[in-house]
């Protein structure tokens, strides 16, 4: 991202404060608002969208229901608020972020915070690269759904076609490997580009499957190769091409097993993280998403994760200290692993009856308590 630009503004002691800061998973900028009181908190549920606004700054123009707003998803967190827009922010345009708590009753403020902020057009020293490749993993199953190709910039959207493939043992490109999706599947920060392999291919009783085989076969050896022709959003080509070499081992088909975790409980009035171990790798974009900690009440508890260990391990460091009583570990029922299987069922499993599939659709919880230290 180009040189964040803010106006001087003055500081006042004891005010909420917004700043842009990066969002953990995404790799994109947002903005977030901070030391709200607890209490106030509380009261935001489901108003997130109401007091923290961004919006389009335009010269000459002092009334903010006038300026248009930037759309984006609110998230409550322990102290404030987050909003992270639909699409990076665009590089010199002023945006304006109003924190509004006016109408939060007795607990609201009397004034309306605000900050102005813009990007620079200069395009930054550092060439755009190949960050990382996820799977991270030198090593992937037959049956491999999908990789995550990961920018140290924003990209323009286009040319992944004709520079992304998969290289065969040979080193010539593998056919009818990949699934080229009609629109790229870009994030919303347009640096992370997912990239998935053909699943009728990996779907045993289909024809495709049945023709051609699964894209990959077990012992051999791949190359994914990224080509210097992916463009930047400063219409930059890469740096250098990059290539990510794996070799293959056996398909998975068994669903996730999450009476196999290993649950590593935090210290009591501590900051130490909590952490689960899978037994083998799980999805890497959806691990951001499909895990949360819920405090005894119910309520999601706001933090911070961190991914390592090839995607088998998984940690939450909480904002606040952690409290006496229960705690669980809520799993998504759509998390999946590499191959797509989900703690419901395999990817390429049977036909599941209605009331199966009606049951994937719970949650599911893994209990903790925070150990006396």
């Known amino acids: 991202m180009a040189e964040l630009v803010i106006p001087d503004r003055p500081a006042l002691a004891n005010e909420p404060t917004l700043a842009i800061e990066s969002n953990l998973g995404s790799a994109g900028l947002c903005l977030r608002a901070r030391k709200l009181s607890p209490e106030l908190v509380a009261s935001l549920r489901g108003r997130g969208e109401s007091v923290l606004r961004v919006k389009v700054a335009e010269a000459g123009v002092s009334d903010d229901d006038e300026l248009p707003d930037i759309s984006g998803d609110h998230?409550?967190?322990?102290?404030?608020?987050?909003?992270?827009?639909?699409?990076p922010f665009e590089c010199g345009?002023?945006?304006?972020?109003?924190?509004?708590?006016?109408?939060?009753?007795?607990?609201?403020?009397?004034?309306?915070?605000?900050?102005e902020f813009s990007f620079s057009r200069e395009i930054g020293a550092l060439d755009t690269a190949v960050r990382r490749v996820f799977?991270?993993?030198?090593?992937?199953?037959?049956?491999l759904l999908r990789l995550y190709v990961c920018f140290s910039n924003p990209m323009q959207r286009g040319p992944a076609r004709d520079n992304i493939e998969i290289l065969g043992p040979d080193g010539r490109q593998a056919s009818d490997v990949l699934?080229?999706?009609?629109?790229?599947?870009?994030?919303?920060?347009?640096?992370?580009?997912?990239?998935?392999?053909?699943?009728?291919?990996?779907?045993?009783?289909v024809g495709p499957h049945r023709?051609?085989?699964?894209?990959?076969?077990?012992?051999?050896r791949y190359t994914l190769a990224v080509g210097a022709g992916m463009i930047d959003v400063y219409g930059r080509p890469l740096r250098e091409g990059f290539n990510k070499s794996f070799c293959v081992s056996q398909a998975i088909r068994q669903p996730i097993a999450i009476e196999k975790w290993k649950i590593l409980p935090p210290a009591l009035e501590s900051h130490e993280p909590l952490?689960?171990?899978?037994?083998?790798?799980?999805?890497?974009?959806?691990?951001?998403?499909?895990?949360?900690?819920?405090?005894?009440?119910?309520?999601?508890?706001?933090?911070?994760?961190?991914?390592?260990?090839?995607?088998?391990?998984?940690?939450?460091?909480?904002?606040?200290?952690?409290?006496?009583?229960?705690?669980?570990?809520?799993?998504?029922?759509?998390?999946?692993?590499?191959?797509?299987?989900?703690?419901?069922?395999?990817?390429?499993?049977?036909?599941?009856?209605?009331g199966e599939v009606a049951d994937e659709a719970s949650v599911r919880s893994i209990p903790f308590v925070a150990k006396a230290s």
């Open 75 to 87: 998230e409550i967190l322990g102290d404030g608020v987050r909003f992270t827009p639909h699409f």
């Open 135 to 143: 799977p991270s993993s030198n090593e992937l199953p037959e049956n």
């Open 179 to 205: 699934y080229r999706a009609p629109v790229e599947l870009w994030d919303k920060s347009m640096t992370c580009l997912t990239v998935l392999l053909d699943p009728g291919r990996l779907k045993t009783g």
């Open 275 to 354: 952490e689960l171990t899978f037994p083998r790798p799980l999805d890497w974009a959806q691990l951001w998403h499909g895990i949360a900690v819920v405090s005894k009440t119910g309520q999601p508890i706001s933090g911070r994760i961190d991914i390592d260990l090839g995607e088998t391990r998984w940690r939450f460091t909480p904002d606040a200290p952690w409290q006496a009583g229960p705690h669980s570990v809520s799993v998504a029922p759509g998390l999946e692993d590499l191959c797509g299987n989900t703690p419901y069922g395999a990817f390429d499993g049977p036909f599941r009856s209605p």
């Open 93 to 115: 345009i002023l945006f304006r972020a109003i924190l509004d708590l006016r109408a939060i009753g007795p607990l609201g403020l009397a004034d309306v915070q605000s900050l």
């Open 211 to 220: 023709m051609l085989g699964p894209p990959l076969r077990a012992g051999q």
